[in-house]
């Protein structure tokens, strides 16, 4: 069983629609990551999260500490959301990330 | 501020040649990362750096594999004697403290 773990895996949406992507860990951290990697492309760090909300324009990150969980909700989803979306776990003590495998987004217009 | 930068961007080697991959952070920052992704697997944690030091070494496979980041430049992720199952995309990042993270856009080997 992976350390941090996401669902769904593949996530098809219209335009439009509102997304959520989810996280769970089973170790101690100290901060969570969301990450999104364009087919091909580098890596973008959304949020970074030790707890609570973040929101940044149509995107927003929440983390529960004592559930071990965390969301990525997107509003309004549009075309150019189509990604990979990875869940980043800063194991807690040290600085080694450890990653989901990620959900592939497509969202059609 | 030029973001974390890579090259090469890809790169293709033969089997038993050398990869040299390299990294240059964004201004500032003296923590580096190198992590691997290969190919429909999930990225993985290979070697975390600051200046002249090595701090953890604890992904990256026994042999073959050495990571530096000198004093002056960039750091540079070695790979000897590149074998097949080493052709993934090579993600380096870096960070001004253990709080936020700045990736690179990945150096893609293929080995043939």
């Known amino acids: 069983k992976n350390e941090v773990e996401q669902s769904p895996q593949n996530l098809t949406a219209q335009e439009g629609e509102f997304i959520t992507i989810n996280c769970s860990y089973s170790?101690?951290?100290?901060?969570l990551h969301w990450l999104q990697q364009h087919p091909g492309g580098g890596i973008v760090s959304l949020f970074m999260l030790s707890s609570g909300k973040k929101k940044h324009g149509r995107l927003i990150a929440t983390i529960n500490i004592q559930e071990k969980h965390s969301s990525l909700h997107i509003t309004a989803s549009h075309p150019r959301d189509s990604a990979v979306y990875i869940c980043a776990a800063t194991l807690f003590n040290t600085d080694k990330l450890i990653f989901g495998t990620g959900t592939r987004l497509q969202v059609f217009p | 501020n030029a973001g974390v930068m890579q090259n090469p961007r890809h790169l293709v080697r033969r089997r038993g040649q050398e990869a040299r991959l390299r990294c240059s952070p964004m201004k500032g920052h003296s923590h580096v990362y190198w992590y691997r992704q290969l190919p429909e697997e999930g990225l993985k944690f290979m070697v975390y750096?600051?200046?002249?030091?090595?701090?953890?070494e604890s992904g990256m496979p026994k042999e073959r594999f050495s990571a530096e980041f000198p004093k002056e430049g960039p750091s540079i992720l070695r790979i000897q004697q590149v074998v097949r199952g080493d052709s993934a995309a090579y993600f380096c990042a870096s960070s001004p403290s253990r709080d936020t993270i700045y990736f690179g856009e990945g150096s893609w080997l293929t080995v043939v």
């Open positions: 750096l600051q200046k002249e030091n090595i701090i953890d």
């Open positions: 170790v101690g951290i100290s901060a």
